[in-house]
Nanobody
Framework: QLQASGGGLVQAGDSLRLSCAAS????????MGWFRQVPGKEREFVAA????????YYGDSVKGRFTISRDNAKNTVYLQMNSLKPLDTAVYYCAADQQVILSAIYYERSYDYWGQGTQVTVSS
């Protein structure tokens, strides 16, 4: 089970750090992803990190502002979000899968396990 947390209401330009903790799984063996969704739209890829933690990937809209990282000892993955914009407002989901190939890392269908989501609201 994945548990996402850390969302909240912030102002534009602020920072937040989301966490995704796992129970019953050892995240070190999973590729982890963050996606976000607003009502009426498809889920959007935000970031992903490979099992080793050495390779990270970002959606174009968050490059240079968001950073994904993992602490395998704590069985937790993080999404540091800086310079937040109102357009970043969404429900953020963490996802995990053991067998994501690189070309498919950006697609939600590649991930079998999902957290419940945490709301991030950025006011202007």
């Amino acid at each position: 089970q994945l548990q996402a947390s850390g969302g909240g209401l912030v102002q534009a330009g602020d920072s937040l750090r989301l966490s995704c903790a796992a129970s019953g799984r050892t995240l070190s063996s999973y590729t982890m992803g963050w996606f976000r969704q607003v009502p009426g739209k498809e889920r959007e890829f935000v970031a992903a990190i490979r099992r080793s933690g050495g390779s990270t990937y970002y959606g174009d809209s968050v490059k240079g502002r968001f950073t994904i990282s993992r602490d395998n000892a704590k069985n937790t993955v993080y999404l540091q979000m800086n310079s937040l914009k109102p357009l970043d407002t969404a429900v953020y989901y963490c996802a995990a899968d053991q067998q994501v190939i690189l070309s498919a890392i950006y697609y939600e269908r590649s991930y079998d396990y999902w957290g419940q989501g945490t709301q991030v609201t950025v006011s202007s």
